[in-house]
């Protein structure tokens, strides 16, 4: 069964910088996607940055390009986000999502917050 666990959130001054953690486990398949989203209060979940298995590609959303780094640990089963000079508008609470063929898995969930 796949699970995702993220970790890593909290509060963070504006400008400052946080790594959130998805560890994975459960995954049989070698081709997937792994994802990161975000939602903040009263608005939809929105899509902040992608990576591929086993090919590593990379993409993001425009207003995070430049200022977050999606990565994984192959070791560790574990995805990453680092994300700097963060603005209170990326106060948010992050999901990790996976999708293995066409089934989606999404983790609880960890917060941001970016405030002075």
């Known amino acids: 069964q796949v699970q995702l666990v993220e970790s890593g959130g909290g509060l963070v001054q504006p400008g400052g910088s946080l790594r959130l953690s998805c560890a994975a486990s459960?995954?049989?398949?070698?081709?997937?996607?792994m994802s990161w989203y975000r939602q903040a209060p009263g608005k939809e979940r929105e899509l902040v940055a992608t990576i591929t298995a086993p090919g590593g590609s990379t993409n993001y959303a425009d207003s995070m390009k430049g200022r977050f780094t999606i990565s994984r640990d192959n070791a560790k089963n574990t995805l990453y986000l680092q994300m700097n000079t963060l603005k209170p508008e990326d106060t948010a609470v992050y999901y990790c999502?996976?999708?293995?063929?066409?089934?989606?898995?999404w983790g609880q969930g960890t917060q941001v917050t970016v405030s002075s």
């Open positions: 459960g995954f049989t398949r070698r081709t997937y996607v």
């Open positions: 999502h996976a999708q293995i063929g066409i089934i989606n898995y």
